[in-house]
Nanobody, 124 residues
Framework: QMQLVESGGGLVQAGGSLRLSCAAS????????MGWFRQAPGEERQFVAA????????YYTVSVKGRFTISRDNSKNTVYLQMSSLKPEDTAGYYC?????????????????WGQGTQVTVSS
């Protein structure tokens, strides 16, 4: 059983930056691919970014590519999402997730473990 705890959300002006962190429990963190998703009120949870077990492979949804960076530190059991040039449409609850394989996953169904989420609000 893996537990995930997100942090780093908050209120930021458009054009600003935030760094989200997701701390994972369990000794086998390095064997999991990780992902970030977001969900706005009334909408489905959507893929944002994914990273493989080593950090050597990443993937982003088109709307965040070039602005967001996913990374991981396996020595700290933590995955990060650095968000820059934030836009009001980035406002959502952000969730990290763990996939019980080492390769990238792009769909909510690819992930077994989920955190409780952290809210990001971007004001115009």
């Amino acid at each position: 059983q893996m537990q995930l705890v997100e942090s780093g959300g908050g209120l930021v002006q458009a054009g600003g930056s935030l760094r989200l962190s997701c701390a994972a429990s369990g000794p086998t963190f390095s064997s999991y691919a990780m992902g970030w998703f977001r969900q706005a009120p009334g909408e489905e949870r959507q893929f944002v970014a994914a990273i493989n077990w080593s950090g050597g492979s990443t993937y982003y949804t088109v709307s965040v590519k070039g602005r967001f960076t996913i990374s991981r530190d396996n020595s700290k059991n933590t995955v990060y999402l650095q968000m820059s040039s934030l836009k009001p449409e980035d406002t959502a609850g952000y969730y990290c997730a763990a996939r019980v394989t080492s390769g990238l996953g792009l769909d909510v169904r690819d992930y077994k473990y989920w955190g409780q989420g952290t809210q990001v609000t971007v004001s115009s």
